[in-house]
């Protein structure tokens, strides 16, 4: 797999606790678009967006299906989002966010979690752009871009990465995108979301440490506040 996935895949769940955390990511996902609109992803964009940038990733139907009916009754949770940005080990880059209800707690268990595998806060965010990002399967790379450019779209950049195209486009194209995409045939996503793309990766070769660095990131996953993790590193 290309370097994209690559590091997509090393955050994936490799353990219970990963597991729990992401189920728990989604679920105040769902929560946070149900209730700023109506519970059906047909009709609400918003959810429609939490519902593919999950897809890929296993989170079972009822996690949502929980969440929405929560955001239909009783009292509205307050979640608060927050972003952290960190030196890693061996140079590393590392942005956090998290949305939570208690903002204390996640910046503590974030930061201890960074300084205890070597880490330290810093202004990394100038090393990295926000994209929209559009995963699915496919050979057809001339035939996607040719129809990005020509539905007017802010491209950044279409590769073919084995059986996958991935497109990237800018964060205000991101909905036009997935609606010229829609018109080649394309709605299954392995992943469609609004990501933090680093300029550059480097590459960790000394196996200890780069072992440290896969800790922390199975660490970060694990804390249920965290929401995403964006690096610069090429597993």
């Given at each position: 797999?290309?370097?994209?996935h690559e590091v997509r895949a090393a955050a994936m769940a490799r353990t219970g606790k990963i597991?729990?955390?992401?189920?728990?990511?989604?679920?105040?996902?769902?929560?946070?678009?149900?209730?700023?609109?109506?519970?059906?992803?047909?009709?609400?964009?918003?959810?429609?967006?939490?519902?593919?940038?999950?897809?890929?990733?296993?989170?079972?139907?009822d996690v949502f299906d929980r969440a929405i009916k929560k955001a239909q009754g009783g009292d509205?949770?307050?979640?608060?989002?927050?972003?952290?940005?960190?030196?890693?080990?061996?140079?590393?880059?590392?942005?956090?966010?998290?949305?939570?209800?208690?903002?204390?707690?996640?910046?503590?268990?974030?930061?201890?979690?960074?300084?205890?595998?070597?880490?330290?806060?810093?202004?990394?965010?100038?090393?990295?752009?926000?994209?929209?990002?559009?995963?699915?399967?496919?050979?057809?790379?001339?035939?996607?871009?040719?129809?990005?450019?020509?539905?007017?779209?802010?491209?950044?950049?279409?590769?073919?990465?084995?059986?996958?195209?991935?497109?990237?486009?800018?964060?205000?194209?991101?909905?036009?995108?997935?609606?010229?995409?829609?018109?080649?045939?394309?709605?299954?996503?392995?992943?469609?979301?609004?990501?933090?793309?680093?300029?550059?990766?480097?590459?960790?070769?000394?196996?200890?440490?780069?072992?440290?660095?896969?800790?922390?990131?199975?660490?970060?996953?694990?804390?249920?506040?965290?929401?995403?993790?964006?690096?610069?590193?090429?597993?």
């Amino acid at each position: 797999m290309g370097r994209h996935h690559e590091v997509r895949a090393a955050a994936m769940a490799r353990t219970g606790k990963i597991k729990s955390a992401l189920y728990a990511r989604a679920s105040r996902e769902a929560y946070l678009a149900a209730r700023t609109g109506t519970p059906d992803p047909k009709t609400n964009l918003a959810l429609r967006a939490v519902y593919e940038k999950y897809r890929g990733k296993s989170v079972p139907r009822d996690v949502f299906d929980r969440a929405i009916k929560k955001a239909q009754g009783g009292d509205a949770e307050v979640f608060i989002p927050g972003r952290y940005e960190f030196f890693g080990p061996a140079g590393s880059y590392l942005i956090v966010d998290t949305l939570t209800d208690n903002p204390n707690r996640a910046l503590v268990e974030v930061k201890t979690a960074v300084v205890r595998k070597g880490g330290h806060p810093g202004s990394v965010a100038f090393n990295f752009e926000e994209k929209g990002v559009l995963v699915f399967k496919g050979n057809n790379r001339d035939e996607v871009e040719e129809a990005l450019i020509l539905g007017d779209v802010d491209v950044l950049s279409v590769e073919q990465d084995e059986d996958l195209v991935v497109v990237y486009v800018s964060p205000s194209a991101f909905a036009q995108a997935k609606e010229v995409l829609s018109s080649l045939g394309i709605s299954e996503y392995e992943e469609a979301e609004i990501s933090m793309i680093p300029n550059e990766y480097i590459t960790i070769d000394d196996e200890e440490v780069k072992g440290k660095f896969e800790d922390l990131i199975d660490t970060l996953d694990e804390l249920e506040d965290v929401q995403n993790v964006y690096h610069n590193v090429d597993l």
